[in-house]
């Protein structure tokens, strides 16, 4: 990869404000320059411990956004999240401060390291990548990485390395990766998602063709073969095509000899171009983990990972934080949270649940976004099939405003309707005593959602063990 210069290069840029620092992107890039030597100040609504984590290692921060936050910084970060009329950016354009988004930082990042590792898709980004990270650790390639859950092997979301591996989560909302630069980009699927920014599958499409197109002719593309949309988008590409896959047989990985034990935790034999390659156990539950692992596998090795180290990693890999996250075990009730918030994974986390011991599984959900609720009721409703007990909560608006058309009620009507049962229950209080009065011993509770829906299963652990 050629690393041309950019702005963070420049002798006159030591000094950077965050608008939004607490946020789990802009927090780990906040760390990162830390540890680069850059002065960090930065704001945020309210304090948390990504804050005090960084105001710990030396950034300053400000609660609340204001124009006087803006103390001479030379450049200025912020999110999609940020609008023109933030105090901070009007400061910051007034005084003729450079002004970057976070998905320009992150490319700029990424584009100081000869071997940026860039890992896309509709689902499984956090997991995937975390899986990568696990590895690269396991084999003494001591990367930088950035990802967007938290990983206990690193301590958080962030890793500062001192290679030239950079490894990272490359969202598509709103063409973020289009400002990455990546060696290798690993793409696990494609499918409608943001339906607030994309217009369509083709347009999602396109999209993703112009992120691969970024691949350099020498670099290296890691393709799911199960994927229809992942193909169409990455056959067209002039560089090192890899795939793998579990259902199309032309892939160049896949596994063999799937099985599962008792916590729905698969082992598998891995073979490349029908050659055995070694055995694996995984340690997070579910096939679409395998599907997830073989993505890793592949990436890793092509880094020139063993497969001892790919085997030891994913043995060790126990999930990142939020994904399929054990949070309480109570009367012999565990309670499981997931960030699963479209129907494709949804259905994936019930499947990874159902394929564990368990009697029956009781879950939460807390949709996200009035759009994806509104864009997707059909399929939301269709993909709780193995749920025995659906509890529906209040839709988390996030970066919205509500339109007045949808609800959670409808959503808890449309599921009864395709034969589930579901109710709709807003207070997260009244689901903990619902779920007390009649979660038996034996069964599984799983709070899903990228909102704050966690609560509800702490609630419901701190009410059976005060009794």
Not at 218 to 229: F, K, P, Q, S
Not at 289 to 294: G, H, P, Q, R
């Amino acid at each position: 990869m050629n690393n041309n210069s950019n702005i963070l290069d420049s002798e006159k840029i030591r000094r950077v404000h965050f608008i939004g620092i607490g946020g789990s992107s802009m927090s780990g890039l906040a760390e990162i320059l830390l540890a680069k030597g850059y002065q960090v100040s930065g704001s945020d609504i309210k304090s948390s411990h990504a804050t005090q984590k960084l105001e710990s290692k030396g950034a300053e921060i400000f609660i609340g956004h204001s124009a006087e936050n803006i103390n001479a910084p030379d450049l200025t970060v912020y999110t999609v999240a940020v609008k023109d009329d933030n105090p901070e950016m009007i400061q910051s354009k007034e005084l003729g401060i450079p002004v970057i988004d976070r998905a320009e930082l992150l490319g700029l990042l990424m584009k100081k390291h000869s071997f940026g590792i860039a890992v896309a898709g509709t689902h499984g980004k956090t997991t995937t990548t975390s899986m990568i990270t696990t590895i690269m650790l396991e084999a003494n390639t001591d990367p930088t990485a950035h990802i967007g859950g938290e990983l206990d092997c690193i301590g958080g979301n962030t890793r500062i390395g001192g290679s030239e591996y950079f490894i990272t989560e490359a969202c598509e909302y709103y063409g973020s990766f289009l400002k990455f630069h990546p060696f290798m980009a690993v793409v696990l699927n494609i499918e409608v998602d943001h339906v607030d920014y994309f217009r369509d599958l083709e347009h999602i499409k396109s999209t993703f063709g112009e992120f691969v197109a970024l691949v350099p002719r020498n670099g290296y593309i890691v393709a799911c073969a199960d994927d229809e949309n992942t193909l169409s988008v990455v056959s067209k590409r002039d560089c090192n095509i890899i795939t793998y896959g579990l259902k199309n047989k032309d892939a160049m990985w896949t596994a063999k000899e799937i099985t599962y034990n008792s916590m729905g935790c698969a082992s598998f034999e891995v073979y490349k171009e029908g050659t055995k390659m070694g055995d694996v156990s995984l340690s997070v539950p579910g096939p679409h983990n395998v599907s997830n692992s073989l993505a890793a596998i592949a990436a890793a090795h092509t880094c020139g990972c063993s497969m001892d180290n790919i085997a030891y990693g994913l043995s060790r890999f126990g999930g990142s934080h939020k994904r399929f996250e054990l949070k309480g075990l109570v009367d012999n009730i565990k309670v499981i949270d997931d960030y699963a918030h479209h129907p494709s994974e949804v259905q994936a986390t019930l499947n990874a649940a159902k394929s564990s011991d368990h009697n029956k599984i009781w879950c939460v959900f807390q949709p996200h976004t009035y759009t994806r609720t509104r864009a997707f009721l059909d399929k939301f409703s269709e993909s709780f099939g193995e749920a025995d007990n659906i509890v529906i909560t209040d839709i988390y608006a996030a970066r919205e405003k509500d339109p007045g058309d949808i609800h959670s009620k409808i959503l808890a009507d449309r599921i009864r309707e395709n034969g589930g049962n579901a109710v709709y229950i807003s207070d997260f209080q009244d689901i903990a005593e619902y779920l007390d009065k009649n979660a038996q011993s034996g069964d599984l509770i799983l709070t899903m959602g990228a909102g704050d829906i966690v609560r509800c299963g702490e609630m419901f652990l701190n009410l059976r063990a005060n009794k």
